[in-house]
């Protein structure tokens, strides 16, 4: 019924895959099967996961990841859960939990955020939060709202200006907003009249 919450679906891999890769996505959590077989299932073998500019959403309590033996692959990400892979490169991320690998030394993490208590290996200036990332950091964390997963607008600079070039962290990295929004700053400052308080009102 209308106003009803969207089912969450959760992304079970079956059979041998070479390479899986999902971009420009919203998607549930990821589950391996394999560790416990169910009726004629062996359960999935997925050597590689390349997740790239997508929101993985996992529901209350659960993972949002969950393939123990995954080799992944995430970039410019908003994962809303935490995760449990084999190895990992994770670059320009949100991960909303903590993080854990089997294999930490073939890891790496870089330009991310994510929950405390996680076990990886030297991050590359990236920002841990002992309780998860600060409440509040999200606009929206319901899934059909249009700003859903949007940074707001006083999220720390530390996660909003923190990724590479500038940009923010997460699944909108692509939109480059603070460094437009620095840049308008700029030009505001460039031109208005002295003394003059301008405040900037953002609509989307």
């Not at 079956?14 to 099967?33: A, H, M, Q, T, Y």
């Not at 200036?125 to 059909?144: E, K």
Request: aromatic share 8%; net charge negative.
């Amino acid at each position: 019924e209308a106003g009803d919450p969207i089912a969450h679906v959760r992304l079970e891999i079956e059979g041998s895959v070479k390479e899986l890769v999902i971009s420009n996505s919203i998607i549930g959590s990821l589950f391996d099967p394999s560790p416990i077989p169910t009726g004629s299932h062996a359960g999935c073998s997925a050597e590689r996961i390349t997740i790239t500019d997508s929101i993985v959403h996992g529901r209350d309590g659960e993972l949002a990841i969950d393939i123990p033996g995954g080799d992944f692959v995430i970039e410019r990400t908003t994962v809303l859960g935490g995760c449990r892979m084999g190895r990992a490169e994770i670059s320009n991320s949100l991960i909303d939990g903590p993080i854990e690998v089997q294999d930490p030394q073939g890891s790496c993490l870089r330009f991310s955020a994510y929950a405390g208590g996680s076990r990886v290996p030297g991050p590359y200036r990236c920002v841990s939060y002992p309780g998860g990332l600060p409440a509040g950091l999200f606009v929206s964390r319901r899934f059909g709202d249009w700003n859903y997963a949007m940074l707001a607008l006083d999220a720390p600079v530390e996660i909003a200006e923190g990724a590479e070039q500038g940009a923010e962290m997460g699944a909108y990295y692509e939109a480059l907003f603070p460094i437009r929004r620095n840049d308008l700053y700029a030009k505001i400052a460039e031109f208005s009249p002295i003394q003059a308080q301008v405040e900037p009102i953002f609509e989307t």
